[in-house]
């Protein structure tokens, strides 16, 4: 039997990313109501000020903070109302020492006022004159020409996910179209004499598939497109036939199971048959994910990837390599993690990095991570989990109270 000639995490990403490169990704423009999830594939800068005039953030009057000195409930500054600016008009009048204008929360500043002060502080002494019952600082309540956004300002950076906060600030700059990624589209086939579909009942010594609807939840959940999803039985021809057709229409072909060196698994034979390159990467130095394949085809410009078929196994390369790559070409900020301290003693295995999951648990302001312990088949090990630490494949473990870093997962 030929053994696996496995790579590193970082060797298998960097052959990635020096034979695949930018090959599978492809941009379009949408419209901004339809673009919330996807990837901003162009950094943002304003053409234009953010607000364009001075705006009272209270309902209020507009003043020169030196006349409202010492005023207080006992001794009020009395001062001539000139005018009130009505919402979405322009102030027309410039006001000087000694005068206010009554202005709503978001109306214009007229020219001379430099603060507003809230109408709570103030009362009416007739119908020209208000009495102001405290003093104010310069600026105070007021929001200046740009200070939300200058002209020129880098407003939302390329790779940025769009939420609604970025839908809000595009549209405050009259941008109703933008630049995005388009997800990879997916094929995802889960092979295996003993799978049945979840809606069936299995027969004594087959199982429900779990890989092809975790696999498909977690390419969701970043952004992705599954266009098919297959479970297909461990026939060679069968699943070459899948593989081929599709080729034609996915940018990521995931091919859970039959990827290590049974007599039966034949993902690596069929990948080097069917793809230019044929597949670069067999077999992972981590544990656990030790059976993964990784192959590209030039010709549709396709990432194929064989992942193991023990469940955990399976989202954690996928996590590991294939959401790893999929962020890096789209200019996605590191995943996220938390560092805590480990609550017992940890063994690894050794030669290989090791992935194992976590919980975490907080007391007071400290994070503690504790491992949790089952079989890479085991899924309820992942719905425990809050994430997963790294022990480098040169360290034997980790000793009770070491400092980890916990990705989320």
């Not at 103030?122 to 007021?142: L, P, W």
């Not at 940018?251 to 048959?273: A, E, M, R």
Request: aromatic share 6%; proline share 4%.
């Amino acid at each position: 039997m030929e053994l696996l000639k496995v790579d590193t995490i970082a060797s298998a990403r960097e052959k990635l990313i020096n034979i695949v490169q930018n090959s599978t990704l492809h941009t379009i423009c949408m419209n901004l109501l339809s673009a919330h999830g996807y990837i901003l594939s162009k950094d943002i800068f304003s053409e234009e000020q953010v607000p364009a005039f001075r705006r009272s953030t209270v309902d209020g009057y507009a003043v020169i903070s030196k006349d409202t000195v010492g005023a207080s409930e006992s001794m009020p500054v009395f001062l001539e109302v000139i005018d009130e600016i009505v919402m979405g008009a322009s102030a027309q009048k410039q006001i000087h020492s000694g005068e206010c204008v009554y202005v709503p929360t978001g109306g214009m500043i007229p020219e001379g006022a430099d603060a507003v002060v809230m109408v709570e502080y103030c009362e009416m002494f007739d119908t020209r004159q208000t009495a102001v019952y405290i003093s104010i600082a310069h600026g105070k309540n007021i929001v200046l020409e740009g200070e939300d956004i200058k002209k020129g300002e880098l407003v939302i950076k390329c790779g940025t996910i769009i939420r609604p906060q970025e839908i809000g600030a595009l549209a405050c700059l009259g941008i109703t179209e933008v630049d995005v990624y388009r997800p990879w589209k997916i094929t995802i086939i889960s092979t295996g004499d003993e799978l049945v579909l979840p809606e069936h009942k299995p027969d004594l010594g087959k199982i429900r598939d779990i890989n092809s609807y975790s696999l498909y939840a977690q390419a969701i959940r970043h952004g992705l497109e599954v266009i098919d999803l297959k479970v297909l039985k461990d026939d060679e021809l069968l699943l070459k036939q899948a593989i081929i057709q599709a080729m034609e229409q996915s940018d990521l072909i995931i091919i859970s199971g039959g990827s290590s060196q049974g007599k039966k698994d034949v993902t690596n034979k069929i990948i080097n048959q069917v793809a230019s390159r044929g597949s670069f990467t067999h077999g992972l130095a981590l544990k656990p994910g030790k059976p993964t394949i990784l192959g590209y085809d030039e010709n549709t410009k396709t990432l194929l990837a064989g992942l193991p078929g023990h469940p955990v196994a399976a989202i954690l390369v996928f996590e590991l390599l294939i959401i790893w790559f999929w962020k890096r070409i789209t200019n996605q900020p590191l995943e996220k993690s938390i560092f805590a301290q480990i609550t017992s003693n940890f063994a690894s295995a050794p030669g290989k990095m090791t992935c194992q999951l976590v919980q975490l648990i907080k007391q007071g302001n400290q994070y503690y991570a504790e491992p949790i312990l089952g079989k890479s088949g085991l899924i309820t090990t992942l719905t425990r989990a809050d994430g997963y630490i790294l022990i480098n494949q040169n360290k034997e473990g980790i000793n009770k109270g070491e400092v980890v870093e916990v990705f989320f997962i």
